[in-house]
């Protein structure tokens, strides 16, 4: 290609509106261009790496047996209402009515589409595994569009379905998925981790994200250093200490902490350690009000609270309810002198109450302890008395009632590895592909059912597996890319080499000689952007790295002279002068055109 | 592929709700399966085909120099607003809310969105020539979808943008891309013809259809037996008869004609040729009322009277303004004795009817006259008053008033071509790809504007592309079909070869022989089908011949023990014996497979 036929959009001012890096790289180097908030037109040279990556997942999608199939955009109503996802999935969802006062809605995922597929099409185990992909444009309308092409509104996806009669199949298939996206990533040229993750509304139960590793990401990923263990943040488990809960040593003791409501300002006033303090949280769900017990320096980990009966829809207690229960004001909480209700978490009735209508009424309530704090002593906490708290608490002498001890709290760098190697270390990630075992909950739903080997009707098993395409693009920027611009892994680059004649247009010479060079390169299969147009040197140069182009070859009338070229490795930190006769050789070694499996 | 692993959903009922041979057997065929009205799953089968006819039409792109891009789906109305076809598009345009309760529309073309990329990065007239084109999912809300893949409201398309300083680039550009169509229409086996077309609503003047000749076609074609001459019917010439209008010969007699109000009834009545009747109608525009006459056996042409000034809004007259104006009712209507208004056409005024209000007052009104009835004598027409027509008429010597001649009827089958070259004959066609010449239509509308070589800012001018790629499936199989089922051109085939062993369950022998072939066939380069279904031969024969896979190897252990295999062609009458050794080589000579050019 030639830039004189190729439109570089490129611009050299920073985007006032872009957030992160690769949102200003993007913009920059020309390859988007917003056309609403979350939508975005891709130009010439992104369309290039788009369908670079889209080509890399489609060919590893074959690979594993996977078909590809294209499935509507738009999607009606009731097949959405047969799965229960019309009302339930939100304002996410874009509503459309047609021209007949019909309701779609722009598909973000398509498990309707091919449950309702399957169940006309597949009628015998024969049939199964089977698994279904498409690559296809999908609509989420998010409430804040934002890092450009992260997360847009409007974005490019791979969904794949698969369908089992048995778990085991299910199983084998997942892997083989495992397998492929692991295979995806790493041709993509992608630092990445397959972490163990909470599936979320999709529901199901086994899932793993596939997170591309960079400091811009929106999801924390714990994992350990001495083995292969990752998992999201909020699914990692946080052991508890392995140590016995030390003998108590010190008096429970009331002390004046005047202002001081947070653990952190209790611990520099008092001179402890962070460490030795407790932090109470109200809550109330369902389940009712309850009192929650995290160390000083952990957080409370919302998705493992909400796998605790009753607190699924659990919500903060609002000042009133903290009052009621608990007598005191928010800031000075803790599980001093409570209600005596002995043995709660044994004899506890659930009761009714709404995560959203306060509770009016006194009643027991829970007390839930995190593993860290069940094994403390002589901790300082809330005396539950405006202005005071306690020093030299101690559960199992002080607390006037039951109480039951969960995993409650985020992971933290440096608690020890679940897998029992190694200790934790905490990164940043951005989730780039996420595959789902998803049990029965559409094929159930859709009344989707095959026969099996004894004639008998079965509903078949279903797991899910998404891959954003678009995220891909910005995700690898995220990791690739230095105060010049961008540095495309060879894999996914629009170009894989910048061929530069400096001033060619005073020589006829170069010219001649960079267009026999042009077509050497491009009959080796080489994706060339030869730069043609009457630029200087320096802008030259400039857009060529801030497009991220990897290679570099540079003629100019002096080297041809010397009979040699310049080539610069978009990471190298300088020239090669490299004999024109070797270029070629020399290349082959350097640069990467993506093979297909 | 292994049949056992790529599900064939076919089915051997012609399903009820499908209207067209071409939608029938993509439903049998099992490559399609509708979700909603005009919304349709394309399945592993029918998106292999899809594939391949959207990466032939992507590489004649290319070749072109037009580069592929990628816009959104979703569009913003604010931009619509701006070229007026927010309000001006009607209902085919499906609007969307989002949760904001801003106004987006789903892209049914992309001119608005591809100016607005332009007129912000391309700023000289260096940057010009410049064609953009994308391959995409858009929306047309058709009130009623039909045909299948044919006239759907979701579709695949590959629409292109050409932007250019001045005309005679345009036409260089324009003529590359009939080339392009004609190779890609060439490249996909199709009987086509490029013909000139009426441009319809997207404005501007030079503009082709591609067709591709179905009985089936939605659109009439003209084309000529003796040179390249085609047009589509709406806009194809009638040429005015080569002779001088003759002398009348008749007096003009009224002659009683109870009941009878068409000419084909007058004719038969009279006992004349139809050619020797005048058909009147009345309409009504924003330049008034007015009579038309065509020849009684010939069709007005409602394209060709749009364009007359005062006529491009017009509508039939209601029969209150029949009688108002003619004192006459409906069936009986013509040229004779109407209000004496001399020389009307010359010193008419136009004045105000809006093509909804009816007309009330009595005011001139015009006579329009086709060209072939023009140079009539001697015919019959409404007399005028009910119950009554004239014999004998000619408009030099009967007629009270002046009038206008225009060609306003449509070309039939035997007319002179308008090239002056043979006769023209009818077909009816496909629309597959439309290029038009748009003007500065949108860049004028959206302000784009670049500055040419003096530095004067100038508006470009453009051209706009269209392929619909999911129709040209179906087009295609309209064209290519037997009672059997589908026959694939090999350029568009989902595979090439159905390999069909028989009886392979029973005989591990015919089972190694045939991985065997298979892996030699997939090596050389061929989508090889194998059916290793455990199906008796009739189905399996059925099957391949259905989905219409071009070329068809059976394996037998009989044929094997002789050393040789079946080959039939699927348009061949009778199989051919193939000495296994001979195989490849024989293939090679009858199965082409695309080639990237």
Redesign the interface.
């Known amino acids: 290609m030639r830039a004189?036929?190729?439109?570089l959009?490129t611009v050299k001012e920073t985007p006032a509106d872009a957030d992160t890096l690769s949102h200003q790289l993007m913009l920059r180097a020309?390859m988007i261009?917003k056309?609403?908030a979350g939508?975005?037109?891709?130009?010439?040279l992104?369309?290039?790496v788009?369908?670079k990556v889209a080509n890399i997942v489609r060919e590893e999608m074959n690979r594993t047996?996977a078909?590809?199939?294209?499935?509507?955009?738009?999607?009606?109503k009731e097949?959405w209402e047969e799965s229960g996802r019309w009302d339930k999935y939100g304002?996410l969802l874009?509503r459309?009515q047609?021209?007949k006062k019909a309701w779609?809605c722009?598909g973000p995922t398509h498990e309707e589409?091919i449950c309702?597929?399957v169940r006309?099409?597949?009628k015998s185990y024969r049939?199964l595994p089977?698994t279904?992909y498409q690559i296809?444009?999908k609509?989420r309308?998010e409430?804040r569009p934002r890092f450009g092409v992260m997360r847009a509104?409007?974005f490019?996806m791979k969904d794949a379905y698969s369908f089992h009669l048995d778990q085991a199949s299910l199983d084998e298939t997942y892997r083989s998925m495992y397998q492929a996206y692991t295979r995806i990533f790493t041709r993509l040229g992608l630092n990445f981790r397959a972490v163990s993750a909470d599936s979320g509304d999709i529901g199901g139960d086994v899932s793993h994200e596939f997170q591309v590793l960079a400091e811009s990401g929106e999801d924390a990923i714990a994992f350990s250093d001495q083995s292969d263990y990752a998992a999201n943040i909020e699914l990692a488990e946080a052991l508890a200490p392995a140590r016995e809960r030390p003998k108590p040593s010190e008096i429970c003791t009331k002390i004046d902490t005047p202002g001081k409501t947070t653990c952190k300002e209790v611990a520099a006033y008092l001179k402890v350690p962070i460490t030795s303090t407790v932090r109470a949280i109200a809550v109330v769900g369902s389940g009712g009000f309850a009192l929650i017990l995290v160390r000083g320096d952990h957080e409370l980990n919302e998705t493992k609270l909400k796998k605790i009966e009753g607190f699924g829809d659990y919500r903060l207690a609002t000042e009133k309810e903290i009052e009621l229960h608990l007598r005191c004001r928010a800031g000075y909480i803790g599980p001093v002198n409570l209600n005596p209700y002995p043995d709660m978490h044994r004899n506890r009735t659930l009761y009714t109450a709404t995560a959203s209508a306060p509770i009016n009424e006194l009643a027991p309530f829970m007390l839930i302890v995190d593993r860290t704090v069940d094994k403390m002593s002589d901790f300082v906490c809330g005396a539950n008395e405006a202005g005071y708290h306690c020093r030299g608490f101690n559960l199992d002498r002080d607390l006037e009632q039951g109480y039951i001890v969960a995993d409650i709290r985020k992971v933290a760098e440096g608690d020890p590895s679940p897998d029992g190697k190694g200790t934790l270390r905490i990164v940043r990630g951005i989730e780039v592909g996420h595959i789902f075992q998803n049990g029965r909950k559409y094929t159930e739903a859709m009344h989707v059912s095959v026969l099996d080997d004894q004639g008998r009707t079965q509903t078949p098993i279903t797991g899910c597996y998404g891959i954003g395409v678009s995220r891909i693009v910005a995700a690898a920027i995220e990791q690739n890319n230095d105060e010049r611009g961008i540095i495309w892994p060879d894999s996914i680059a629009p170009f894989h080499i910048a061929l530069l004649p400096l001033n060619m247009h005073k020589s006829e010479k170069l010219q001649s000689e960079a267009e026999a060079l042009y077509k050497e390169l491009t009959k080796d299969g080489y994706e060339v952007l030869m730069d043609d147009r009457p630029l200087r040197p320096g802008p030259m140069f400039a857009d060529a790295e801030l497009i991220g182009i990897p290679h570099r070859v540079v003629l100019s009338e002096r080297g041809l002279n010397a009979g040699s070229v310049e080539y610069k490795g978009r990471r190298d930190a300088s020239n090669h002068d490299v004999p024109r006769r070797e270029l070629l050789t020399f290349l082959k070694e350097r640069v990467r055109i993506s093979i297909s499996p």
């Open positions: 004189s036929r190729f439109p959009f020309g261009r056309l609403a939508i975005y037109t891709w130009t010439p992104g369309t290039r788009l369908h047996g078909l590809e199939m294209l499935m509507p955009v738009v999607l009606p097949l304002d874009l459309i047609d021209r779609y722009f589409v309702d597929l006309h099409e597949i049939q089977i279904f296809q444009t609509f309308d409430i509104r409007e490019l």
